[in-house]
């Protein structure tokens, strides 16, 4: 299954000489989508922190630009995952408009644990329950061993 955002940018998010929005705007696109869809299994930061203890950090990005998004734009950021790890899910997101995809991306975002006295970020396994939610978003479901190695298919 594929979540859809539809959204638009702001004026001060486009480059006056050259009519497109900037490129650090992709980025931002692209994490709406991502909490969108924590958000639609009912996961927000606000409630991962509250009932978990815990946050999430974007480890990896990975966005190639197509076509420029212009003014007036109206924007679809489409997105869906392609694995679930141990500790991380990745994204693969697309964002469409004039009926074209103009861009799309991968993305690693780790679920951790804030040491409040260090403020250092730890790793740590994904809780079951959002597991279970996240699995209606995956593209294909991998199968891992006790070591969180990914297991072939026939194997």
């Known amino acids: 299954m594929e979540r859809l955002v539809e959204t638009c940018v702001s004026l001060d998010e486009f480059d006056g000489l050259y009519g497109h929005v900037k490129y ?21 930061l606000n409630n991962l922190k509250k009932k978990y203890d815990l946050g999430n950090a974007v480890r990896r990005v990975e966005i190639e630009y197509k076509e420029p998004i212009l003014y007036g734009d109206r924007i679809q950021v ?7 790890g141990h500790t991380s899910i990745d994204y693969s ?63």
Do not use: C, W
Request: hydrophobic share 35%.
């Open 24 to 44: 650090d705007v992709y980025l931002r696109l692209f994490k709406e989508g991502h909490l969108d869809l924590l958000g639609s299994i009912g996961i927000t």
């Open 93 to 155: 997101q697309r964002i469409k408009t004039r009926n074209k995809e103009v861009a799309t991306a991968h993305m690693t975002v780790v679920f951790v644990s804030v040491n409040s006295i260090t403020g250092r970020h730890n790793p740590v396994q994904i809780p079951e329950d959002i597991r279970h939610k996240l699995k209606d978003y995956l593209l294909y479901e991998e199968k891992y061993d006790d070591f969180g190695a990914p297991i072939e298919s026939g194997s």
């Open 78 to 84: 489409l997105t869906r995952l392609s694995r679930i």
